[in-house]
């Protein structure tokens, strides 16, 4: 079944840490985008990629990098996470317009 | 301003009731439009997509487009406990080109009480 997955799907990390959140579909889709959402407040585009080896910010400025080696595969990396980090990270995919979402992974930064 | 306004409730209804949800809009060029249903914790779910104006069908849920007002908006009929959930709408411009990014309303949050 065409999907598309994000690991893990909580996290609980302490100040200074390297993580990495993971998001794969397997949709064939080429486009692929990160949103960071707070609860109960807006989305907030941080990254998109419209293929591979391509990777653009998005209006929400984030300390976060992500990259685009696979077309099926695009991870987001925090090098050094901090508290401000906390909040829902969510990944999404499109072949045209309307978008298609992960689960999410809910990150707490101590 | 913000391109895409969204009154965020929340919204309190009875089980059975008519819900309607609305979001206006001041670009123009906007064409595609969009409706999801986010529960507590999870991901949005695309629930209705539209093209230019008009209105779509899909079971319980009428999407409705009017371009000349800059206001799209959409039904639930017969509304469910499980209905209650946040509802964004989100769209973007024809004339964006490859741009593939939308504009997202901030969502209302729904509760259907039983």
């Known amino acids: 079944e065409a999907d598309i997955y994000q690991t893990p799907r909580y996290l609980v990390i302490g100040t200074g840490k390297k993580i990495t959140l993971e998001c794969s579909q397997t949709m064939g889709h080429d486009k692929m985008y990160w949103y960071q959402q707070d609860p109960g407040m807006e989305l907030h585009l941080i990254h998109y990629s419209y293929g591979v080896n391509s990777t653009e910010k998005g209006d929400l400025s984030s300390e976060s990098t992500v990259s685009r080696i696979r077309t099926e595969h695009f991870p987001l990396t925090l090098e050094s996470a901090r508290p401000s980090h906390t909040s829902q990270y969510l990944c999404?995919?499109?072949?045209?317009?309307?978008?298609?979402f992960g689960p999410g992974t809910r990150l707490t930064v101590t | 301003q913000k391109e895409v306004e969204q009154d965020p409730g929340p919204l309190s209804v009875p089980e059975g009731a008519i819900v309607s949800l609305n979001c206006t809009y001041s670009?123009?060029?906007?064409?595609?439009f969009m409706w999801y249903r986010q529960y507590s914790r999870k991901g949005p779910e695309l629930l209705m997509y539209?093209?230019s104006s008009g209105n779509k069908e899909d079971g319980r849920f009428t999407a409705q487009v009017d371009k000349s007002s800059k206001y799209i908006s959409l039904f639930i009929r017969d509304s469910q406990p499980s209905d209650s959930a946040t509802y964004l709408c989100?769209?973007?411009?024809?004339?964006?080109?490859?741009?593939?990014?939308?504009?997202w309303g901030l969502g209302t949050s729904l509760a259907v009480n039983p």
């Open positions: 670009n123009s060029a906007f064409q595609y």
């Open positions: 989100a769209m973007r411009d024809y004339n964006a080109g490859n741009n593939r990014k939308l504009i």
């Open positions: 539209t093209y």
């Open positions: 999404a995919s499109s072949a045209a317009y309307e978008q298609y």
